[in-house]
């Protein structure tokens, strides 16, 4: 699943020639037409995909997007007589326009809200279509729209064919790319922690609306071949059963799964002719199987692979030969850092925040120089984890000023603070648990929109996104973890994970690192590779605030130190000065030793 899969252009050149070759090979125009079925379902289906299977986010409405594309079309082929490429694409662009309303909207709404939203869509085009019968001609239906067909008129079906097949494969194609590449990566991040995916630069509501654009067009394009395919659009084609027809297909086909679509929309069209006589039971044996596909088959067909091919175990590949480990001059790129060493780099003034009236800071000030690393102590909900969440922009302050290098960023969002080199882990880790090490770590590597070079470079079956991973791949070694790049986090160690989170937030050649208790929690020997690589780092001038409660590190390490207690600042200086100051001693470290 985590292998860096290339186009498999064989593969669908071979699907490309059996599609061809169906037409002459059916003895029945009957199969052509299921074929064009297929073409159709699977291609509204991969839209969904993208959707529900990456982005996390349910549709019960995609017959809507479906029925603006073909009414569009339809009507501006019939009406006006517009040629069908332009009418099919205007119709696809009115589908996604819809698509960013409802996105939109949907970004209020989480789960079944969220559902609810959708149907609610769904229902509205539906009930339009009935309703409005003087423009989409109601359940009579619009009669005579142009079929979609080039040269001779007996070759109609076969053209169809043909086309429809085409604009599948470039979609799946598409799809493809997207599910291994950096926008699949983003989609995945964000249905597992839209704050996270803040803290390294990702715009989740962005990503949430595109990722409905998307699904939108693609039941665009499907609803405008649909318009096409018959030569007559009628309201019935566009109820919940359409949309539920699309659920099915991706659920059954196997969510987040590349062929689930495709493999969805042949068992759905199968199954239809299947269970033709038995069509007033369709509903309940449709709902049957959906629900006994979520609870035996989570991965649905596509899951059927898996269990048929032995699980294998994940590989642990210990620091076989690499490229050598890298020094820390490869690692961090100090040119990023636009303040001089010693000068202020992180600037807070009088920052207050309280959750509900509980105030877990009063008026900190605090300045982080460039180039030290600074540490923040205080006992047990003192307020620091509130402060590394209002500086990198998870929660705001109430009050105050924040400030890095030049720029006052207290009101920015966390994706922007995080974009001008802010970086943290996390006190209880955040990696995601769908993307392998490796590509957590990239999560961390800025985008540099380097999208369309990396489309064509996968296209010639070149290596794509090879910076991201190279760096990625130095900063694993960097950190003495490569050997598990390429399994899943969960199958790491706690320290390991701790490790990864590490090389996370240094992928980006932040100018800020925040990190939240780097080393509480796991063994010694993980703790020395952390300090260790905390400690290259410092040297490397990286500027760094950590939060930890291991004072023999904390004094080994830090430059200088801040002491919070109950949200407020009650020491600032060097790590002797703070270790004899007799108000600290009382309110922590006599509390440490006693
Ligand atoms: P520390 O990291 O120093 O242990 P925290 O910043 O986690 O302290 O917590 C400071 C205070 O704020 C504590 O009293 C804690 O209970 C409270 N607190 C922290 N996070 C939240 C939250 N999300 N909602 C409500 N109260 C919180
Ligand atoms: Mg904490």
């Known amino acids: 699943m985590f292998a860096n899969q290339a186009l498999r252009p064989w593969w669908y050149l071979l699907v490309a020639v059996l599609l061809a070759l169906l037409p002459w090979a059916s003895p029945n125009p009957y199969y052509v037409n299921l074929a064009q079925e297929v073409a159709i379902l699977a291609i509204a289906g991969i839209g969904l995909n993208i959707l529900l299977g990456l982005s996390g986010q349910i549709s019960l409405g995609q017959a809507g997007f479906f029925a603006v594309s073909a009414y569009g079309s339809a009507l501006l082929s019939l009406r006006l ?18 698509g960013l309303v409802v996105g939109s909207i949907a970004l ?11 149907l609610a869509f769904g229902f509205i085009v539906g009930i339009l279509a009935q309703r409005w019968t003087g423009f989409t001609g109601g359940s009579m239906g619009l009669v005579g729209v142009p079929p979609l067909n080039w040269g001779d008129p007996r070759s109609a079906a076969r053209n169809f064919l043909w086309t429809a097949a085409a604009l599948f494969l470039a979609v799946q194609i598409t799809s493809d ?18 704050s996270f995916a803040a803290t390294v630069g990702i715009n989740a509501a962005a990503w949430r609306v595109g990722a409905f654009v998307v699904s939108a067009m693609l039941a665009g394009l499907a609803g405008a071949l649909f318009a096409h395919q018959s030569g007559y659009v009628s309201s019935d084609a566009f109820n919940l059963d359409r949309s539920l027809a699309m659920l099915i297909v991706v659920v059954v086909g196997g969510l987040g799964h590349r062929y689930g679509p495709v493999l969805g929309a042949v068992f759905l069209v199968a199954m239809n002719q299947a269970i033709a006589d038995l069509y007033t039971y369709s509903n309940f044996i449709f709902g049957a199987l959906l629900l006994a596909v979520m609870v035996f088959l989570p991965d649905g067909l596509s899951g059927l692979g898996a269990l048929v091919r032995r699980k294998r175990p994940a590989s642990l590949r210990r620091n076989e030969a690499g490229p050598g480990a890298p020094g820390v001059g490869d690692i961090v790129n100090l ?3 636009a303040v001089a060493r010693g000068e202020p780099l992180l600037q807070l003034q009088q920052v207050s925040k309280s959750y509900f009236g509980l105030a877990a800071l009063s008026d900190v000030s605090m300045t982080v120089r460039a180039g030290t690393v600074h540490a923040l102590i205080g006992p047990n909900g003192a307020g620091k984890s509130t402060l590394i969440n209002t500086i990198c922009g998870l929660y705001r302050a109430d009050s105050g000023v924040i400030r890095l290098a030049e720029h006052d960023i207290t009101q920015w969002p966390a994706h922007r603070r995080a974009r001008l080199g802010l970086a943290r882990t996390f006190q209880n880790l955040q990696l995601i648990g769908g993307l392998s090490v490796i590509e957590n770590v ?5 985008d540099r929109g380097g999208v369309v070079k990396a489309f064509v470079s996968w296209l010639c079956g070149r290596p794509f996104e090879s910076e991201q991973r190279a760096r990625a791949r130095a900063l694993l070694g960097f950190l003495g973890i490569e050997g598990f790049a390429d399994v899943s986090p969960g199958d790491l ?6 490790l990864a989170e590490l090389a996370r937030a240094l992928a980006g050649q932040p100018q800020l690192m925040l990190l939240d208790e780097p080393i509480a929690g796991i063994n010694e020997e993980e703790s020395r590779l952390i300090a260790a690589g905390i400690g290259r780092l410092r040297e490397a001038g990286v500027t760094i605030l950590l939060v930890e409660h291991d004072m023999p590190f904390v004094m080994s390490v830090a430059d200088e130190i801040t002491v919070l207690d109950y949200g407020q600042k009650i020491a600032f200086g060097a790590p002797d000065a703070v270790r004899a100051n007799p108000v600290v001693v009382e309110a922590y470290l006599g509390v440490e030793t006693a």
């Open 81 to 98: 007589g517009w040629p069908l490429a332009a009418s099919v694409m205007l119709g696809v662009i009115m589908s996604g326009l819809a």
């Open 108 to 118: 209020r709404a989480r789960t079944h809200y969220l559902a609810m939203v959708t």
């Open 177 to 194: 790319f997207v599910m291994q590449s950096r926008s699949g990566r983003v989609l995945r991040t964000i249905s597992e922690s839209e």
């Open 335 to 337: 040119p990023l850092i």
């Open 442 to 446: 990239m999560l961390g590597v800025p």
């Open 493 to 498: 160690s706690y320290g390991h994970r701790k």
